[in-house]
């Protein structure tokens, strides 16, 4: 009897899709990061539910006419080697034929991170990258610690920061005008939750 530290589920690099898509469920959340088989922190806090939750609930009532308002999880398949698992996925009405039953394939309009403890690096370097990369206009990082959203736009191959909301500061986007809201609205819901 072979046991799976025996059998590799993945023999070459660069992992692919269909790689990724085949392996069997091992209770584990994976990334595909360039081909890059990698194994995801552990299961969000219950207050990075809670932000995520409220900020979906926002975005969908807002702006369920003009946008399909996803939440992970969900294969954003921006190649055949670079799966992601975006907090919040927002993809306008007019392209709804990337949503497929294998996930979003293709470029969003926006996504949005929601930071942890062990995600910082992840989501503010490598993905800010990533994204970029694959052109997707507006990247959000909402930061739970200090209470804050911070907006990027892309400009050329990159991302520029284009400003960060705190607190009362109401939140806007040229790209999204349905959405209109407050830091200190998300952060309320989860008040008084660990993490």
Same mark, same amino acid.
């Given at each position: 009897?072979?046991?799976?530290?025996?059998?590799?589920?993945?023999?070459?690099q660069?992992?692919t899709?269909?790689?990724?898509?085949?392996?069997?469920?091992?209770?584990?959340?994976?990334?595909?990061?360039?081909?890059?088989?990698?194994?995801?922190?552990?299961?969000?806090?219950?207050?990075?539910?809670?932000?995520?939750?409220?900020?979906?609930?926002?975005?969908?009532?807002?702006?369920?006419?003009?946008?399909? &308002?996803?939440? =992970?999880? +969900?294969?954003? %398949?921006?190649?055949?080697?670079?799966?992601r698992? @975006? !907090?919040? #996925?927002? &993809?306008?009405? =007019?392209? +709804?034929?990337? %949503?497929?039953?294998?996930?979003?394939?293709?470029? @969003? !309009?926006? #996504?949005?991170?929601?930071? =942890?403890?062990?995600?910082?690096?992840?989501?503010?370097?490598?993905?800010?990258?990533v994204?970029?990369?694959?052109?997707?206009?507006?990247?959000?990082?909402?930061?739970?610690?200090?209470?804050?959203?911070?907006?990027?736009?892309?400009?050329?191959?990159?991302?520029?920061?284009?400003?960060?909301?705190?607190?009362?500061?109401?939140?806007?986007?040229?790209?999204?005008?349905?959405?209109?809201f407050?830091?200190k609205?998300?952060?309320?819901?989860?008040?008084?939750?660990?993490?």
């Amino acid at each position: 009897m072979s046991s799976r530290k025996d059998k590799p589920i993945i023999k070459e690099q660069p992992a692919t899709y269909e790689d990724y898509a085949n392996m069997p469920d091992d209770g584990s959340r994976y990334e595909l990061a360039d081909g890059v088989l990698e194994l995801m922190t552990p299961a969000p806090t219950p207050k990075h539910q809670v932000i995520s939750s409220q900020l979906l609930n926002i975005l969908m009532n807002s702006c369920q006419n003009q946008y399909i &308002v996803i939440a =992970s999880p +969900i294969d954003l %398949i921006l190649s055949s080697t670079e799966i992601r698992q @975006p !907090d919040i #996925v927002m &993809v306008h009405r =007019s392209k +709804i034929a990337i %949503i497929t039953t294998r996930g979003i394939e293709g470029t @969003p !309009d926006l #996504v949005v991170e929601i930071l =942890s403890t062990n995600s910082v690096k992840r989501d503010k370097q490598n993905k800010l990258i990533v994204y970029a990369k694959h052109h997707i206009p507006e990247y959000w990082i909402v930061d739970p610690a200090n209470e804050c959203l911070e907006q990027y736009t892309l400009t050329g191959d990159k991302y520029e920061l284009l400003t960060i909301f705190e607190k009362e500061e109401t939140i806007q986007s040229d790209r999204l005008p349905c959405a209109s809201f407050t830091m200190k609205h998300i952060i309320a819901a989860a008040e008084g939750l660990p993490g």
